[in-house]
């Protein structure tokens, strides 16, 4: 699967906690994100991403694989999107980025639906 270009990857910026507990997909085993797209995807396909988390300064690639793909006719009323899968250690991934997702939603309390379950 081709890998969607380094030289810039995707910008993903998440402004608020709001917004991180409703695109975080806390369900898979390396954390994914929920990201708005009206752009074709197909599934398992590699992606790179270059996240903005709220207000921190750098930006943080990321690399994943597409496991979740939201089309634009959804009955939930949910926006267009896919959701990756963080690679694993194995594949060239990452903790931090799951570690510090969830320090930002660890006291978030509520019920309210996300955008993938």
Do not use: C
């Not at 994100?33 to 996240?51: A, D, N, V, Y």
Request: glycine fraction near 10%; charged fraction near 25%; proline fraction near 6%.
């Amino acid at each position: 699967m081709a890998l969607v270009s380094k030289k810039g990857g995707i910008p993903l910026k998440i402004k608020d906690i709001d917004l991180l507990y409703r695109s975080y997909m806390s369900f898979l085993e390396n954390g994914g994100l929920f990201i708005p797209t009206r752009k074709p995807f197909k599934m398992g396909q590699e992606i790179f991403i270059m996240l903005e988390l709220m207000n921190e300064l750098d930006k943080i690639p990321v690399v994943g694989k597409v496991v979740w793909i939201t089309p634009e006719s959804s009955l939930e009323n949910t926006p267009q999107g896919i959701g990756i899968h963080f690679n694993s250690l194995e594949e060239g991934g990452s903790t931090v980025i799951k570690d510090k997702i969830e320090g930002h939603i660890l006291d978030v309390d509520t019920d309210d639906p996300t955008y993938t379950m």
